[in-house]
């Protein structure tokens, strides 16, 4: 897969954004403009981008509202580059999720340090997400984001349908009674009948052996049920 190395610049004054796109350009990295601040979250929202350069005193919409609007759906790293330099900016600018906050005049190297910093830490936090993935053929889990796919297909689960896919997944080639799925995906203080766990077993399929065409789960009569590949 190709390293993306796409930045976008979110800058209304023109020199400054050529400016920075030009350098930027010069180290190897691919950029684009915008000068508001409506379009530029529509971008990163829509877009692939690997990092964010963000103003914060931008026409229609601030980068404040931008960041943590962008917040609530991604973790793209955002680097503010703003002439604000009051503490109480950049505390604010960090607290709503930028990942650093650099104030205008800087040096260009330390802007290139700074995107260098926070695209590896990106590529960390990926590279530990994947490795903590659950795999059963081409169904993967993420359990640090409660996220399920199948051959890169989103599958929309609720929490307790996800947790009974992640236990049963992370015993992969074991019949599990009804009683022991009951106990650990339930709760040992659930009162409720065994019938539960088939009820949720057939959300699953549903989801899953019926909208992809194949089979995880299989039941073992007057056992359980085991998912293998």
Known sequence: MPINK?????EDEFKIARFLQLELEHEG???LIEATGRRALDRIVQEDFALVLLDVMLPELDGMEICKRVRELSEIPIIMVTAKDAIEDKVLGLD???DDYLTKPFA???????IRTALRKSKEAHTELANDALTLGDLTLYPMRYEAEVSSQPVSLTKKEYDLLEYLIRNKHIVLTRERILQEVWGYDYTGDTNVVDVYIRYLRTKLDEQFGQKYIHTVRGVGYVVKE
């Open 6 to 10: 796409r930045i976008l610049i979110v």
């Open 29 to 31: 990295y691919q950029t």
């Open 96 to 98: 709503i999720g930028a």
């Open 108 to 114: 260009i190297q330390e802007l290139f340090a700074r």
